[in-house]
């Protein structure tokens, strides 16, 4: 079984500085993906950035970056050029297609930007 | 074009009553997921449509819990006599394409959040 886990419940950033968010995950398998989402107060989760395990590039969207670590089994998120409505909620989460597909996800991380 | 949508957005039950709640997909996209959310469990997965094939049923949590899709798009999830640790957001999610590359990115809908008093 696949396991997510953000270590950081809470954390605060002033508005344009960087922030890095954390996860490590745990599993067996070679071929994974790996994704970011984001949960603000409306409750719609909104996709930020995903990693395929087979890429050793780390993926990048706009202010967004991932650093992958495959060995460590670390997939962390910067945000660079903090903005106020980046606060939300941040969600890792983990997909195998032998696992059927379904996401696996971290326990969240609550990100305040504030101004 | 249209995202995933859910309705209602939000259902107050009694205990011990049946609900549904439905969820649309977007056009076109063949995988669909439910997940909950609660605050004790965090996000879990309940179940996964692909197509014409047999559901995944893993994750429902008991016999009171099943969803059908009909016509390989709309789906409706059911919750019979409905207990107060059902409370949660049930979150729908569709993908294009389960097995390909980036059309495994699941897109979700805004949610139902259900309260059983």
């Known amino acids: 079984a696949q396991t997510v886990t953000q270590s950081q419940p809470e954390m605060s950033v002033q508005e344009a500085e960087t922030v890095t968010l954390s996860c490590t995950y745990d599993?067996?398998?070679?071929?994974?993906?790996l994704f970011w989402y984001k949960q603000p107060p409306s409750r719609q989760m909104i996709l930020v950035i995903r990693?395929?395990?087979?890429?050793?590039q780390n993926a990048t969207e706009n202010r967004f970056s991932v650093n992958f670590q495959k060995a460590a089994k670390s997939f962390s998120l910067k945000i660079s050029d903090s903005q106020l409505g980046d606060t939300a909620m941040y969600f890792c989460?983990?997909?195998?297609?032998?696992?059927?597909?379904?996401?696996?996800f971290g326990g969240g991380t609550r990100l305040m930007v504030k101004p | 074009g249209a995202g995933v949508s859910q309705s209602p957005s939000n259902k107050v039950t009694e205990k011990g009553k049946d609900v549904e709640l439905r969820c649309d997909p977007i056009?076109?996209?063949?995988?669909l997921y439910w997940y909950r959310q609660s605050l004790g469990q965090g996000l879990e997965f309940l179940i996964y449509?692909?197509?014409?094939?047999?559901?995944?049923k893993s994750g429902l949590p008991s016999d009171r819990f099943s969803a059908e899709r009909t016509g390989g798009s709309v789906s409706t999830l059911t919750i019979q006599r409905t207990q107060q640790e059902d409370s949660a957001v049930y979150l729908c999610?569709?993908?294009?394409?389960?097995?390909?590359?980036?059309?495994?990115?699941?897109?979700f809908g805004p949610g139902t959040r259900l309260t059983v008093l």
């Open positions: 990693q395929e395990a087979y890429k050793q």
């Open positions: 449509f692909q197509g014409n094939s047999a559901p995944d």
């Open positions: 999610a569709s993908s294009l394409l389960a097995g390909t590359s980036s059309t495994d990115t699941q897109y």
């Open positions: 599993t067996s398998e070679s071929n994974y993906y």
């Open positions: 989460a983990f997909m195998t297609r032998r696992a059927g597909n379904m996401l696996t």
């Open positions: 056009s076109g996209h063949t995988a």
